[in-house]
């Protein structure tokens, strides 16, 4: 499933893991990518928004849960593409610019902004 803008909070995390899942098994990377920063930016945001053991280990177990579908050599291929993604700016910065919402709870847009920044290092750390 490719995702648009609109679609980043139409779905659940679990839902986005393992639409993940299924675009790992036909070599979809760049998808897959985009429904991993989702998923776990969105359940980073719901622990921020409600600190609890329930919400940090839906963070942590979901993802863990649906790469467990994954034979090894695909988790590999999968991580290796991610973290070249991760690591290049330009790419990082474009998959940073879909996870925008819009959002007119304050509070909840600040927590947006903190899982994404937190989970995803979204802005540059500014070092003086």
């Known amino acids: 499933m490719t995702i648009s803008p609109g679609s980043v909070g139409s779905l659940t995390a679990e839902r986005h893991y393992e639409y993940m899942v299924n675009c790992i098994r036909v070599k979809q990377y760049a998808n897959a990518s985009s429904h991993y920063a989702i998923a776990g930016v969105q359940t980073w945001h719901d622990y921020l928004a409600n600190p609890g053991t329930g919400s940090k280990q839906r963070h942590q177990a979901e993802l863990r849960k649906q790469l467990a579908r994954l034979s090894d050599k695909e988790r590999k291929n999968f991580w290796d593409t991610l973290n070249t993604t991760l690591r290049d700016e330009k790419s990082l910065q474009q998959l940073c610019q879909l996870l925008e919402i819009s ?20 802005e540059p750390v500014m070092i003086f």
């Not at 959002?103 to 909840?108: A, F, G, V």
Request: glycine residues 4%; contains cysteine; hydrophobic residues 25%.
């Open 103 to 122: 959002e007119s709870n304050q509070r909840s847009k600040m927590f947006w902004q903190e899982a994404k920044n937190g989970y995803l290092h979204c």
